[in-house]
C-alpha cells in the first residue's frame, strides 16, 4: 500500500501558475482601478525627485469608502518608486489620498473600485471569531482548517532565479497533501547544530550559510545594516504571491534567534526599519500571519519588554490588522491581550493534556501548538527532536486535534536548511515522506464542521473524545495498540443513541468503514473495529439526538 502511495505522487503532474501582483504605473486620478476582492495589486509611483533616507520616510494612502477609513502605508521599492500595495475585503468605491514625508507623492488621489470574488477557494485573510473564539475562520465566515507546514528556509529555494520552479512544485506538493499553512521565516542563515555529512554530498540540497541572500546590504557575515536590500523582498513577493495563488498561508516569522543571523542591535534605527519594512511591504496580503520571531524568548537575546513593543509597533502600522502572535508560550500566557491566538510548543508525552489545560486557560483564543516534538524521518538527519517515526508525528499532530487545538507538521527534509523539493522524485531507496496522512486528516476537516466540535475529556473512555453538540455527533480517536473501547461514559448523558450511527475513519489510508446502525454492545465493551492493531482509527457516531428540552 505504501509503496503505491508513493507511486502516485511520483506520477502526479503539476501545473505552476505564474502568480504575479498587477501593477499600476502612475495611476492618474481619473484612472479607475478595478481590483477583485482580495486580490493583492500594486499602485507604483515613479518620483522625478531623488528622496533621501528613502527607507526611513512614512508615506500613507488614506483610503474612504462608505464613512469607513484605512490608513495603509506605502513602501520604497529602490529606483525612486513608491509602492501602495493594496488588497480590499469588502466591495464597492473606495477612494484614496496620499499623505506623509513627500512632497512629491503627497496629495495623489484615485479611486478603486473592488468587484466580488469569483474564485472559489478564496475566503479572504484569516480572522477569529467572538462567537467562537477559539477557533480560526476566514474573512467571508467560513471555518479555516490550520493545518501547517514548517519550512523556514522557504525563501531560499530559487533566489535569484527568474522563474519559482523548485518552490511552486513544493508549494503544490504540501497544497495537495492537505496543508493550508506554512510556519517559515523571512530570513535564516545556518543551523547551530552538527550537520549530517551525507548532506555535504548533496549541495542542491543545502541552502543554509549561503552569502548570496540577505535582507541587508552586504551579507550576512559582513553586514550592513545602513540600508535594505530590495532585491531581497522582490523575491519574496514572488514566495508569498505564489503562496496567496494557491490560498497557503503564510506564519511569518520575521525574527529568528538561533539560526546564526546577523541581526542590527535590538531598537536600533537599523532593527526598526527592517521592522516597519516588513510590515509595510506585506499586510497588504490576505494570507498574512504575523509571529514576531521564532522562539521569541530563548537564547537571551529579547525580552518580554522588546516583543511587546514590536506587537504594539505591528498593529500601529498595520493597516490591515492582520493575526499576530509569538512562538513562545510563556510570552502568550503572560501578555494574552496582545496576542491574536495562543501559540505554544510541547514535545511533552502528555500533550493531549497540556493542550486541554492551554484550552481551558486561554477560552477566548485559539491554541496553536507550532512545535510538538515529532519531526519525521528525511534522508538526512536534520534534526530529530523527540519523534520521527511518521507515524508516531501523525500522532502528535491528532492529539493536539482532540484537543481542539491546530497543530504543525515537520518533515526535516524540508522544515530547515536541508530543503528537498521534490521528495516523491527522488531515487529507489531513498526515503519518501508520508506527506499523504496529512491528506487524509484533511478529508476529516472537509468531511465535518470542526468548528462545532468541542473536546470531551470526561467522555474520553480509552480514547480521546471530540463531541458536536449542535450536530449530534462524537468523534473517538482510537491508538491502534487499544483492543476494545470501554463503552462507560463514552456518550454524554444529555445524548440519546435511539437513531445513532457507527462509522470509522483509518487515518493512515483515508478509508471510512461502512456506516452502520449504532449498537452498545454489553458489559460496556466494543470488541469490534477494523484495522485494530494497523492504524490509528476514529470512531464516529452520528445522529445523536439531544434530551435537553
Known amino acids: ?140 465566515g467560513k471555518h479555516y482548517s490550520n493545518l501547517a507546514f514548517e519550512c523556514d528556509w522557504l525563501f531560499a529555494l530559487d533566489y535569484g532565479q527568474k522563474e519559482l520552479s523548485k518552490t511552486n512544485q513544493l508549494l503544490e506538493t504540501i497544497l495537495q497533501n492537505g496543508f493550508s499553512q506554512i510556519v517559515m521565516n523571512l530570513y535564516t542563515y ?134 499576530i502572535s509569538v512562538h513562545d508560550y510563556g510570552f502568550c500566557r503572560n501578555h494574552p491581550d496582545e496576542v491574536d491566538f495562543i501559540s505554544t510548543q510541547n514535545w511533552r508525552h502528555t500533550l493531549y493534556q497540556h493542550m486541554i489545560d492551554a484550552r481551558t486557560d486561554f477560552p477566548n483564543k485559539p491554541i496553536f501548538n507550532i512545535e510538538h516534538g515529532g519531526y519525521e524521518e528525511a534522508p538526512y538527519k536534520v534534526f530529530p527532536g523527540a519523534y520521527t517515526n511518521a507515524e508516531s508525528c501523525l500522532r502528535r499532530n491528532y492529539m493536539c486535534f482532540f484537543a481542539g487545538a491546530y ?24 526515503y519518501k515522506p508520508r506527506f499523504d496522512y496529512f491528506s487524509h486528516m484533511r478529508k476529516l476537516y472537509d468531511t465535518f464542521n470542526i468548528e462545532n466540535f468541542k473536546p470531551s475529556p470526561n467522555n474520553n473512555g480509552s480514547g480521546y473524545n471530540l463531541t458536536n453538540e449542535k450536530e449530534g455527533i462524537i468523534m473517538l480517536f482510537m491508538p491502534k495498540e487499544n483492543f476494545t473501547i470501554m463503552f462507560d461514559g463514552l456518550i454524554n448523558k444529555d445524548f440519546s443513541s435511539a437513531n445513532a450511527t457507527q462509522q470509522w475513519f483509518n487515518t493512515y489510508t483515508g478509508e471510512f468503514s461502512e456506516e452502520r446502525k449504532y449498537e452498545k454492545i454489553k458489559d460496556n465493551f466494543w470488541p469490534w473495529q ?9 470512531l464516529i457516531i452520528r445522529n445523536l439526538k439531544s434530551k435537553k428540552k
Open 1 to 140: 500500500m505504501k509503496n503505491k502511495i508513493i507511486l502516485l505522487f511520483v506520477c502526479c503532474a503539476f501545473s505552476f501558475s505564474k502568480a504575479q501582483i498587477k501593477k499600476w504605473d502612475n495611476p492618474k486620478a481619473n484612472t479607475l482601478i478595478t481590483i477583485p476582492q482580495w486580490e493583492v495589486n500594486d499602485l507604483v509611483f515613479h518620483l522625478k525627485n531623488k528622496v533621501e533616507a528613502p527607507f526611513d520616510k512614512n508615506v500613507f494612502a488614506l483610503v474612504n469608502a462608505n464613512g469607513e477609513s484605512q490608513k495603509v502605508p506605502l513602501f520604497f521599492n529602490g529606483n525612486n518608486t513608491w509602492v501602495f500595495r493594496y488588497s480590499s475585503a469588502s466591495e464597492g468605491i473606495k477612494n484614496f489620498t496620499i499623505t506623509g514625508d513627500i512632497k512629491e507623492l503627497s496629495g495623489k488621489k484615485g479611486t478603486i473600485s473592488i468587484l466580488k470574488n469569483t474564485k472559489k477557494d478564496r475566503h479572504g485573510g484569516i480572522t477569529t471569531s467572538k462567537e467562537n473564539p477559539q477557533h480560526f475562520f476566514y474573512q467571508d
Open 190 to 323: 545556518d543551523v547551530s547544530w552538527p550537520k549530517d555529512p551525507l548532506l555535504a554530498q548533496h549541495p542542491e540540497h543545502e541552502y543554509g550559510g549561503s552569502e548570496k541572500m540577505f535582507p541587508f546590504l552586504g551579507s550576512n557575515s559582513k553586514p550592513d545594516f545602513s540600508s535594505l536590500n530590495v532585491a531581497f523582498f522582490d523575491h519574496f513577493d514572488k514566495v508569498i504571491a505564489s503562496m496567496h495563488d494557491k490560498e497557503l498561508v503564510s506564519h511569518l516569522m520575521i525574527y529568528v534567534w538561533n539560526k546564526k543571523v546577523a541581526w542590527p542591535e535590538m531598537n536600533s534605527p537599523e532593527d526598526n526599519r527592517y521592522y516597519d519594512y516588513v510590515i509595510k511591504r506585506y499586510q497588504a496580503f490576505p494570507n498574512m500571519i504575523w509571529d514576531v520571531s521564532k522562539e521569541a524568548l530563548h537564547y537571551g537575546r529579547a525580552t518580554n519588554e522588546y516583543i511587546s513593543e514590536r506587537i504594539a509597533r505591528t498593529k500601529k502600522l498595520d493597516g490591515y490588522q492582520r493575526l
Open 407 to 430: 497543530s504543525t507538521y515537520y518533515w526535516q527534509g524540508t522544515s530547515w536548511n536541508a530543503i528537498i523539493h521534490n521528495p516523491f522524485e527522488q531515487p529507489e531507496g531513498v
Open 530 to 538: 477494523p484495522w485494530r492493531g494497523e492504524a490509528d482509527t476514529i
